[in-house]
């Protein structure tokens, strides 16, 4: 058996509950904490032709190309302290980290989860316009949604609305509920200046998914263990990460009265600390199968 190689910050409850699971099955592990990686990081690529050669240290662990069997990747491109990504020489390091990691994790022949396509680079998160550009006919209904930058043209949005929308700022995970005129002049601000996107308030019961593969782990807004899934909510999860060409994501859907499912958003980096104990370990049970070869691997051509 091969090296199983972990990429990710030496805070995420998800790559720290992984590693223990994969050594509880001996498996060897290289755990690349991105935050401490320099200087200790040793790196060698070979490119000749359409051959790959390379080694990787770090600390008293080493691991060449060829023996890595598979990679968890959850790196966010930033092995610096957020104070020295203040300056141009932290900002100029996360740069280049995250140009060789893309361009490695791309590259390698093993099952690597995520292997992220060069839209998703710089989208850790993806709201409900993302989700119309890169997978505009993903499953599951989207809200009607509105991006502009004239007050007019959201006034008219929010009443054909009820009253009530919600406002999400473009490059930001977040979401305020806006009620009425009094709310909306709120944003009188960014009128003629900021686009800003605003999607209609979607009523009814909120879940989130985790999809592993071809596992589908449903919890609810609390983030206790729902129940098993309906064949079409798995059958859609599956499809918008097969769209984003993701092995590992996390979908916000709401099932509304009417009985349909909405998608207001999807996670490439799906944190696990705001759920229960039971859904971590599904979720990391789940990755370190798929990471140990538990089920049928893709490897890159």
């Not at 598979?70 to 932290?90: H, N």
């Not at 490695?104 to 839209?119: G, H, K, M």
């Not at 009188?188 to 900021?194: E, Q, R, S, V, Y």
């Not at 039971?278 to 089920?295: I, P, T, W």
Request: glycine share 10%; aromatic share 8%.
């Amino acid at each position: 058996m091969g090296t199983l190689v972990i990429l990710g910050h030496s805070g995420d409850i998800c790559c720290r509950k992984v590693q223990e699971r994969l050594l509880g099955r001996a498996r060897r592990v290289i755990y690349l904490q991105e935050d401490r990686l320099f200087p200790e990081l040793g790196f060698a690529w070979e490119v000749q032709g359409r051959t790959r050669r390379g080694v990787v240290r770090f600390g008293e662990q080493e691991v060449e190309f060829g023996e890595i069997d598979a990679v968890l990747a959850r790196f966010f491109g930033v092995p610096v302290s957020p104070a020295a990504y203040q300056s141009a020489d932290g900002r100029y390091v996360s740069s280049e980290w995250n140009a060789l990691a893309m361009a490695w994790t791309s590259e390698l022949s093993c099952t690597v989860i995520n292997r992220v396509r060069p839209e998703l680079w710089y989208r850790p998160s993806m709201n409900v316009p993302a989700l119309a550009s890169l997978a505009p006919g993903a499953p599951f209904k989207r809200p009607r949604m509105m991006v502009t930058t004239r007050l007019d043209d959201a006034r008219a949005f929010l009443k054909s609305c009820g009253g009530r929308v919600r406002y999400e700022p473009l490059t930001q995970p977040s979401a305020y509920v806006i009620e009425g005129e009094n709310g909306l002049e709120k944003l009188g601000a960014l009128a003629g200046t900021l686009p800003f996107h605003l999607a209609e308030v979607v009523e009814g019961d909120r879940f989130d998914v985790f999809v592993v593969g071809d596992s589908v782990v449903l919890t609810s807004a609390g983030g206790s263990l729902a129940w098993a899934p309906q064949g079409s909510v798995t059958h859609d999860s599956r499809g918008i990460a097969e769209v984003l060409g993701l092995t590992f994501c996390r979908l916000a859907l709401v099932r509304a009265a009417s009985g349909d499912w909405f998608c207001l958003g999807a996670e490439r980096i799906p944190q696990l600390y705001d759920v229960d104990e039971d859904v971590q370990s599904l979720v990391v049970g789940h990755l370190a199968g798929s990471l140990a070869g538990d089920v049928a691997k893709e490897r890159k051509p």
